[in-house]
């Protein structure tokens, strides 16, 4: 078949059972299905790698698209065994950044190339959907029922994109985690890198009695249960790091935190612009936890 700004690579049928994926991961157990690779070029400095599989047979009519991790740069092939959940058709890409996942300095593979960095930041996942609702209305003679979109991290970014700019794409959307704004985002670590730069740095101990002492402060006054041991709205919460400040032989000596521990704490629950005086304004806590 002939698609635009597509190379088709491979062409592979794989028999039901166990399998093992180009990047080593092993499957168990999956139905019979067609492998299609294919390349795409929608500009001179393009390099675009997408997988689709579908099964031969019980195919349940719906297409899912899934995000990759980081920089992307190969394809998550452990995320293609969705095909193994009830016979989707499913389809990964490399968001067009290889060698990004194997190179230590991967980030510079969109460093100088406005184009990639727009296919790592949409252009690819909007593509592969495109291209594999194609590709499966040629095996299959027909067009997903519906079309789902799954991912975490970059992915759920990934999602995120597809559900802003590209929004008939899907008919659902997952989006864990999601990894965008990355200029703010890269901006934030090193403010807080900063923050937290010698004496400052705070122990495990110390960063799971912040967040004790934050969510008592602020439970039941952010939009959420006085019984909830997270944060509903952190912006709706104000608490002073000064009250746990150390206060000579304490017996929570391990847990109280230092002057310069104190001024850090101020700096990183405030932006960047906002005055270094007063209650800090939380606009973020718990965010390891919600990582975890």
Known sequence: ????????????????????????RFFANLPAFCRIAATLTPTSDS??????????????GRFLGTGNGSLGGLIAYGNLGFLSFDNYAVANTDMG???????????????????????????????????????????????????????????GGQGIHE?????????GIVALAPGMNLTRNAAAR???NQAFDGPANITAAQA???????????????????????????RDCRWNPAALQCRGAAPDAATCLTAPQVAAMRKVLRRADQPAHGSAHLCGTNARKREQ
């Open 97 to 155: 950044t290889s060698p990004a996942a194997t190179d230590p300095l991967g980030g510079r593979v969109l460093t100088g190339h406005p184009e990639k960095q727009i296919d790592y930041a949409t252009r690819s996942t909007h593509l592969m959907t495109l291209r594999s609702k194609q590709i499966i209305k040629a095996f299959h003679a027909e067009r997903p029922k519906y079309s789902y979109f799954f991912g975490c991290s970059t992915g």
């Open 1 to 24: 078949m002939r698609l635009p700004d597509t190379t088709i690579t491979l062409v592979e049928p794989v028999p039901a059972g166990p399998y093992t994926a180009p990047d080593g």
């Open 190 to 192: 090193m403010w807080n």
């Open 208 to 234: 799971t009695a912040i967040t004790a002492a934050v969510v008592k402060q602020c439970a039941g006054k952010d939009g959420g249960l006085s019984s909830d041991n997270f944060l509903t709205d952190p």
């Open 47 to 60: 390099n675009i790698k997408v997988e689709v599989w579908m099964p031969y047979s019980g195919w349940n």
């Open 163 to 171: 559900a802003l700019q590209f929004p008939g794409d899907y008919d």
